[in-house]
């Protein structure tokens, strides 16, 4: 499942996720779990065909991400391996950072950041000049309604209908809609 918050430049993208560390840290062996948000740069293409033709929209670059994950083996609900990458390299992100508050109120620290956007974009790196600037205060209005998908998505993992191994290869891949 996939959604995508687009404002001019700035888009948000949600997505449920399954997913095995081929290389994990001490206590991150195993299967994980859960939701993925980013936040990316949206870039409108030019028109391919008449005046009257859909205009292509390309999620582009990643500018920071939330893994709202847990161990697939252990406690549900736990949120024992969500972290936040807060800078990219290009496509790649940085390091995981783990964060007590993420990992114990999870939504509402998620939603406080996505209202200080501004200061997450900083960190990141990003440039800002107007458009970005009115993105970032457009997306403030919609951090509930965002906080409430990220909100279902976990739910329908929790249930198991989100979030599960590939079912075309090994458990020990990737599966996500599309992040």
Do not use: C
Request: aromatic residues 8%; without cysteine; hydrophobic residues 40%.
């Amino acid at each position: 499942m996939l959604y995508i918050f687009g404002f001019e430049r700035i888009g948000v993208a949600v997505s449920d996720l399954y997913f095995v560390d081929p290389n994990p840290g001490k206590g991150q062996e195993g299967a994980e779990h859960g939701v993925r948000l980013e936040v990316r740069m949206l870039e409108q293409a030019p028109l391919k065909g008449s005046i009257y033709s859909a205009r292509p929209i390309n999620v582009d670059r990643p500018i920071w991400r939330v893994d709202l994950l847990e161990s697939v083996d252990g406690r549900p609900g736990s949120f024992d391996r969500t972290h936040h990458h807060p800078a990219f390299t290009e496509w790649n992100p940085g390091p995981r950072v783990f964060d007590r508050e993420l990992s114990g109120d999870p939504l509402q620290w998620l939603a406080g950041k996505l209202a200080d956007l501004d200061t997450v974009l900083e960190k990141a790196g990003v440039e800002r000049d107007e458009s970005i600037a009115a993105d970032v205060a457009e997306l403030r209005g919609y951090v509930p309604e965002i906080i409430d998908s990220v909100s279902r998505l976990l739910a329908r993992v929790g249930k198991g209908e989100l979030g599960t191994p590939p079912d075309d290869g090994p458990a020990d891949s990737v599966r996500a809609s599309w992040l």
